[in-house]
């Protein structure tokens, strides 16, 4: 079974920095591939960023290429997410997501419970 946990959302203001945390447990193949995904009120659930365990390659969308980076330790293993400059835009609940496949793609089977983002003007 897996578990993903986010921590680390809150309210901040434009322009502020915020790190996101996702740590996962269960079978370590599960977590070839990790990402984050936002949903905003009355939006669908987007793309955000994705690391992929095998080369290390990562992904992003261009709406936070450049703002955010996705990272993760492989000891535990704990994907982050830390995004910076950030824009009321970006407000949105955040979630972690995890697949046990290698092929780069932004398809996901296991998600979290999601963490609160505001960001402020």
């Known amino acids: 079974q897996v578990q993903l946990v986010e921590s680390g959302g809150g309210l901040v203001q434009a322009g502020d920095s915020l790190r996101l945390t996702c740590v996962f447990s269960?079978?370590?193949?599960?977590?070839?591939?990790m990402g984050w995904f936002r949903q905003a009120p009355g939006k669908e659930r987007e793309f955000v960023a994705a690391?992929?365990?095998?080369?290390?390659?990562?992904d992003y969308s261009d709406s936070v290429k450049g703002r955010f980076t996705i990272s993760r330790d492989n000891a535990k293993p704990t994907v982050y997410l830390e995004m910076n400059s950030l824009k009321p835009e970006d407000t949105a609940v955040y979630y972690c997501?995890?697949?046990?496949?290698?092929?780069?793609?932004?398809?996901?089977?296991?998600w979290g419970q999601g963490t609160q983002v505001t960001v402020s003007s």
């Open positions: 997501a995890a697949d046990n496949t290698i092929i780069a793609s932004r398809d996901f089977s296991y």
């Open positions: 269960g079978r370590t193949d599960f977590s070839r591939r």
């Open positions: 690391h992929r365990w095998i080369d290390g390659s990562t």
